[in-house]
């Protein structure tokens, strides 16, 4: 009688210690993505403060693909800041995703 309670004991052991570790890769990829991103807005902050130094007569040019197209400092200026804004409402999904993943991850460790 205690072999099969046994053996439906590590199946459920095994089926919660898999969803863990998903749940642990999940909030591991996030972290990754929310660092990128972090890195991006970082990249776009400091090239829009190296731009606003200029004059604003300055050429400007946008890389597209294998060319460069002629821009207005204002527009240079305004995709920076619409990245800067694109990458913090992603890192602010990102994080709500890691809260969400590690508070599952402790309710199947702890509570399961």
Request: proline letters at 1%; charged letters at 30%; a negative charge.
């Amino acid at each position: 009688m205690a072999a099969p309670v046994d053996l439906e004991l590590k199946k459920a052991f095994t089926e919660l210690q898999a969803k863990v570790i998903d749940t642990q890769q999940k909030v591991k990829l996030a972290d990754i993505q929310i660092e990128q991103l972090n890195r991006t807005k970082k990249h776009a902050h400091l090239t829009d403060t190296e731009i606003m130094t200029l004059v604003d007569e300055t050429n400007m040019y946008e890389g597209v693909g294998r060319m460069f197209i002629l821009q207005s400092k204002e527009v240079i200026h305004n995709q920076l800041l619409e990245k800067q804004k694109i990458a913090e409402e992603k890192i602010k999904e990102l994080e709500y995703i890691v809260v969400y993943f590690s508070c599952r991850s402790f309710w199947l460790c702890c509570v399961g």
